[in-house]
């Protein structure tokens, strides 16, 4: 189980952040469940909202309605 911060969370969803390439290829190679907690969402929505608005913290959402952090499970 990876256990995620706010950084890679942000780098998901903002194509312009410097570290997006790097966090989406550790998420694709990676066969371990990635783990947050609510304190990280909530700051993430904060960020994603100043760098994207709406639909950026939209993004967020959709990634984990989709059980994207569990697909691949344990």
Not at 31 to 45: N, Y
């Amino acid at each position: 189980m990876i256990l995620t911060d706010t950084g890679p969370l942000v780098a998901l969803i903002v194509a312009s952040d410097q570290h997006r390439q790097r966090v989406q290829d550790l998420y694709a190679q990676t066969r371990e469940a990635m783990l947050t907690t609510e304190s990280c969402i909530g700051e993430t929505l904060h960020l994603l909202g100043r760098a994207g608005g709406w639909p950026a913290q939209n993004a967020l959402w959709n990634l984990l309605r989709l059980s994207a952090f569990n697909r691949r499970g344990a």
